[in-house]
Every structure is written in structure tokens, then in C-alpha cells.
């Protein structure tokens, strides 16, 4: 299975190529110019997951992924102005959205407060996704999210 693979060592792309999943990285000095480059690697990444790869991905799920990164990179923009690293990995049926910057304070979502202007990123993002974590790293921190690549994944329970 050809896989997308930006900037990844060889042991990484041997690993990727037994296990069946697709990765690709980039990385950005993260500028508000630069959250509409991530969210087209994104959508780049999941055209070429379903051209060359045969993977069914949604348009919602594009949709979706590609509103978590610009989430995601806006508050990097606001919060930890400088690199960031952006790796993606599906299986076929989920994408992790792994983001690592350099900012130190972990994210929290705001309180409900249906009078607030803005600050709800947070809030759409974990809405939106299956898992949300965060981990402290020796410099920044690494975000990763889980998202559905089919409108209705399996084990999920609809009405």
C-alpha cells in the first residue's frame, strides 16, 4: 500500500507499510496565513486517502477534520505563536489529528455561556470528535483528536 509520507525515516515508513495505514506529516511557523495551508494538507491528505488508497471517506468527515485543524491552529496562532508540527494517520475507518506546538498551558474549554463572542473552538472540537487528549511534552504540548472517516461509524448508535 503506497503510503503519504512527509517527512518520515525509513524504520517509519516500513512500519506504516505493514500496518496498512496511511501518514503524512507538515510542519509550520504558525502565522494566521498559514491555519488555510494546514487545513488544505488536510483535505489533500484525505483526497489522496481515497484516491490512491480506495479509503471511503465522508465529505463530512473532510469537512470535519479540516475544521478541528483550523481549531486547532487558530489557537496556536493566539496561544503559542511559532513551530508546530502536524501529523496526520488514518486506518481507514478514523483519522488522528496529532498537533504538537511550542506553548506550555495546556487548552480548557470555556464555561457554557450562551452570552460569550467567541472562545468556543475548544468546544466544537470535542463535539466533533470520538477521543480529545492532551499531553505535556518537554517543550509545548501534543494535542491529538479522533475523528470518524464515515458518517456513521461503526458502534455508533443512531435514532
Request: aromatic share 6%; net charge negative.
Amino acid at each position: 500500500m503506497e503510503q503519504l509520507m512527509y517527512g518520515m525515516t525509513g524504520q517509519e515508513r516500513r512500519k506504516a507499510a505493514t500496518t496498512g495505514t496511511v501518514r503524512g506529516s507538515a510542519a509550520y511557523d504558525m502565522g494566521s496565513e498559514e491555519i488555510s495551508l494546514a487545513r488544505r494538507f488536510v483535505g489533500e491528505f484525505l483526497d489522496a486517502a481515497r484516491s490512491r488508497h480506495g479509503l471511503e471517506v465522508s465529505a463530512r468527515a473532510v469537512e470535519i477534520a479540516q475544521l478541528v485543524v483550523s481549531e486547532l491552529a487558530t489557537n496556536v496562532c493566539k496561544y503559542a505563536p511559532g513551530p508546530c508540527l502536524l501529523d496526520l494517520e488514518t486506518d481507514g475507518s478514523t483519522l488522528d489529528i496529532v498537533m504538537w506546538d511550542s506553548g506550555p498551558v495546556l487548552p480548557a474549554a470555556s464555561p457554557a455561556d450562551p452570552a460569550r463572542i467567541g472562545q468556543h473552538g475548544l468546544e466544537l472540537v470535542l463535539m466533533v470528535c470520538q477521543s480529545f487528549a492532551v499531553h505535556r511534552e518537554p517543550v509545548g504540548k501534543r494535542i491529538r483528536v479522533r475523528i470518524a472517516l464515515q458518517d456513521d461509524p461503526p458502534g455508533r448508535t443512531t435514532w
